[in-house]
């Protein structure tokens, strides 16, 4: 099986005619590098957005730039590193000096796998750094932005997890930082009155870099094969045996970020074969 980021094509991405969807409003996206960003990142772009996607490696946010600009996107990268308030508040300036705040993508994120007793707290720290902290403060930077749009319309979207919804062995902190950011996507829609909204998006296994580095080692340590490895360990919960791709969550961000999505006020988005509600 394949075990490469699958690329995008154009008419994979959901296009929605909404009139805030224009080139002067713009979305943040974190984690633009790879993965679920650099999906979300192309899809707001090919939506007609002017996206300021962040990252810490500037070698894939460029990439990511590269594609977005081949699907007719508009698109600037910002090498960030969302453990320094400083990188944070001076990419939301820049931000705000491109078009009109309106949408704030939260996906960045990293992984370590270790049971509570043995896990590393300079990891943990890490982790909240990137995955709590980081969409906490540019929500709390982009939010006034919105506020002092024309309409002051914004929204704010959180990546979270079907680990937002179940907890699996040794992953605790991860468990916790997606708990805490359907938490964040709640407390924020209290506050918008309706205007500010904010949602999360929950799914299984996707196919990113980061998943799909993971396959090859699972099939020479339990003596399967690749697609052994996806259809009963990966998506052994899943009522769906194939991993959703990139851009599939993409689009899920496009349509919370829309004006058909008005209703969705702190709700989780769940997108994830049967994963949970099957469990």
Do not use: W
């Amino acid at each position: 099986m394949d075990i490469n980021e699958p690329a995008i094509t154009g008419d994979q991405v959901l296009v929605l005619d909404d009139s805030n969807f224009s080139h002067g409003n713009v979305c943040i996206v974190t984690g633009a590098g790879g993965g679920i960003g650099r999906a979300t990142a192309i899809a707001c772009s090919v939506n007609g957005l002017n996206v300021i996607g962040l990252d810490i490696n500037a070698e894939e946010g460029n990439n990511t730039v590269r594609m977005a600009n081949a699907l007719g996107g508009e698109m600037t990268f910002i090498k960030t590193d969302l453990t320094n308030d400083d990188d944070v508040e001076n990419a939301v300036k820049e931000a705000s000096r491109l078009g009109n705040v309106k949408y704030l993508a939260n996906i960045a994120g990293i992984q370590h796998i270790d049971s509570v007793e043995n896990f590393p707290m300079e990891k943990y720290d890490l982790m909240q750094k990137i995955m709590l902290r980081a969409p906490f403060l540019l929500s709390k930077l982009t939010i006034p932005l919105m506020k002092k749009s024309s309409d002051g319309i914004g929204v704010i979207g959180n990546m979270s997890s079907v680990h937002g919804h179940i907890c699996t062995m040794n992953k605790p902190v991860y468990n916790i930082t997606k708990f805490g950011l359907r938490a964040l996507s709640q407390s924020i829609s209290a506050e918008g009155e309706g205007k500010i909204r904010s949602f999360s998006v929950s799914v299984g296994f996707v196919k990113t870099g980061l998943a799909l580095k993971q396959i090859p080692a699972q099939a020479a340590q339990r003596g399967i094969t690749h697609e052994e490895v996806v259809r009963d360990v990966m998506m052994g919960k899943s009522r769906i045996k194939e991993m959703m791709e990139p851009i599939d969550v993409g689009n899920l961000f496009i349509l919370g970020f829309s004006k058909y999505s008005s209703y969705l006020v702190g709700g989780d988005l769940l997108f994830d074969g049967g994963m949970v509600l099957t469990y």
